[in-house]
């Protein structure tokens, strides 16, 4: 039998992301996946939000996707443009980057980190005990390993056969995307329910509209195109020459848990919803980047297994939120009067300020905060990516990043920190930074002499100048002292 350290099921996004953090840290990882290639044809997510472009900067690689992808301002709740060119970030925008692409550009990453994919296989089903994981492969083969993580999308089988609950609402609206030609062209913006627009190139037209029914029985065809844009426009343009189609719903569900014993969900397996906002690739690449340190730390027996239960404590929470909100826009872009007064009224609060500024920064995931208890208001949050000078000269902190390991950064020079237990695990940076503290959506910080930043780029403790509590931090985020 072939032995891992970790079994991923599932190679989307979440799952390479997450074998590249593990691959990061040394970690023995293999991914599973049932497709040949990413599918060019499938239309899902179109880009990544601000905190994404931020997670694949820690780890040196954002320019991979920003040279692929455009720069703009597409964050958007409902059908009401957001701007968040103001928010204090290197990408205070978001990038418009087919799903396809990403994944191409995350496949090469994780190709060049070494991490073996077993394509054309599917994780059939798997039984756990206390030393590990045998996990069933189609074709006939297992696996043995420590760890299995389930990102294999909203049917997961890994869930299913975990027996973890997958409670929510049911759908209760269909959505048709497709790209066609017509005859006619057809004005180009938002509708009830929907929009059309130009495709990616040639005489290509993007159409995304709301069906009558919820549910179907099999595939869409050019005639339910046609059927979608005769109800919305009252004609179907001479529609013709279907090139793929696709269909989605606001089915909303999560996971009642996370983690089961060796078993672990990110991703669509752990969280589904409706794609208003383009939330789902975003939160399952960030629950990944949550989740890959703390598995490898405890994979090599450096923190106990509790330090996953944290994986659920802070990644639950925040797909319970994007749950809310995604229904939320599915109620503002509903046709009908009633939905439009909505809509009227939305759009009117979201020009104040501060509401901007509170959506926006839930929507781009700037705004994140784990519940680390009370205290500095950078604890918990995302770390600024500031322009730090050393003594090796002027550095941006994201760098030290790039490992995907924790660091501590020491800002007060006349007092210095002792973690010679921690010197193999966490990084000790001496700097100084001159400029303003700005953290989205909250505006200024009082400056901080000191910060402990998780591999994921949140800050797990902040210092006074007198090392109060560093240890107790260290500790129960890295493991004990040697």
């Given at each position: 039998?072939?032995?891992h350290?970790v ?8 799952g390479m992301?997450?074998a590249a953090?593990?691959?990061?840290a040394?970690i ?8 040949a290639?990413p ?9 990544l939000?601000a905190r994404?472009?931020?997670?694949l900067?820690?780890r ?7 040279a692929a992808?455009k720069?703009?301002q597409?964050q ?7 701007d968040i ?28 980190l070494g991490?073996?994919?077993m ?25 043995r390993a420590?760890?299995?993580v389930?990102?294999d999308g909203?049917r997961?089988?890994?869930r299913k056969?975990a ?8 759908p209760?609206?269909s ?12 004005e180009?913006?938002l509708r009830?329910?929907g ?16 069906e009558?029914?919820?549910e179907?029985a099999?595939?869409p ?13 009252g ?5 013709h020459?279907?090139?793929w189609?696709?269909?989605?719903t606001?089915n909303t569900?999560?996971a009642?848990a996370y983690r089961?014993?060796r078993?672990?969900l990110?991703g669509?397996?752990?969280?589904v919803h409706a794609p208003l ?11 990944a ?14 923190s ?7 994986y659920h404590?802070?990644r639950h ?6 749950l ?8 503002l872009?509903?046709p009908g ?7 009227t009224?939305?759009t009117?609060l979201?020009?104040?300020d501060?509401?901007?500024?509170s959506?926006a920064g839930m929507?781009?995931?700037l705004d ?13 949050r ?12 002027p ?15 020491n ?13 193999d695990r966490v ?19 009082s ?15 902040v210092?006074?100048g007198?090392?109060t ?6 500790t ?5 002292g040697?």
């Open positions: 039998m072939a032995r350290t079994v991923i099921a599932g190679g989307g996004p979440t992301m997450l953090e593990l691959a990061l040394q023995d990882v293999v991914i599973v996946e049932r497709r290639t599918d060019p044809d499938r239309a899902r997510a179109g880009g939000h994404t472009i931020e997670v900067d820690q040196g690689v954002a320019g991979r996707f920003l992808g720069a703009m597409t958007g709740f409902g059908r009401v443009r957001l060119s103001d928010f204090p970030s290197r990408y205070n925008y978001g990038l418009a980057l087919p799903q396809v692409q990403t994944e191409q550009l995350l496949a090469a990453w994780v190709t060049e991490v073996p994919t394509r054309e296989r599917e994780v059939t089903g798997f039984a756990q005990d206390d030393a590990g994981v045998d996990v069933a492969l189609s074709g006939g083969s297992s696996i420590d760890y299995l389930g990102c909203g997961s089988v890994i056969a027996g973890i609950e997958f409670a929510g609402w049911a209760s609206t959505w048709l995307m497709a790209e066609v030609e017509m005859a006619q062209k057809p180009f913006g009830p329910g929009g059309i627009g130009p495709a990616g190139g040639g005489d290509g037209i993007m159409v995304v509209l709301t009558r029914e919820v179907h099999g595939e065809t050019l005639q339910d195109v046609s059927e979608a844009l005769i109800a919305a426009d004609t179907d343009y001479g529609v020459s279907l090139s189609t696709s269909r989605f606001d569900r999560q009642a089961k014993g078993i672990l990110a669509d397996a752990a969280h906002g383009g939330q789902g690739l975003n939160t399952g690449v960030q629950d980047v949550n989740l890959g340190w703390k598995l490898a730390q405890v994979a090599r027996e450096t106990p297994q509790s330090l996953l239960d944290t404590d802070e929470p925040v797909g319970a939120a994007v809310q909100n995604t229904m939320a826009q599915v109620a872009t509903s009067d009633r939905h439009q007064a909505l809509r009224t939305m009117e979201l020009r104040m501060e509401p901007r500024k959506i929507m781009s995931g994140i905060r784990y519940d680390l208890g009370p205290g500095h208001p950078l604890l918990g995302r770390m600024p990516d500031l322009d730090i000078a050393t003594a090796d000269g550095v941006r902190l994201y760098e030290f990043l790039h490992g995907a390991r924790p660091v501590l950064l800002l007060d020079r006349s007092h210095g920190l002792d973690i010679a237990p921690w010197t990084q000790l940076i001496d700097a100084d930074y001159g400029g303003p503290w700005e953290l989205p959506v909250l505006g200024s910080v400056a901080p002499l000191a910060v402990v930043i998780r591999p994921d780029g949140y800050v797990a403790w210092g006074d007198t090392g509590g560093l240890r107790d931090a260290l129960a985020w890295f493991g004990a040697t």
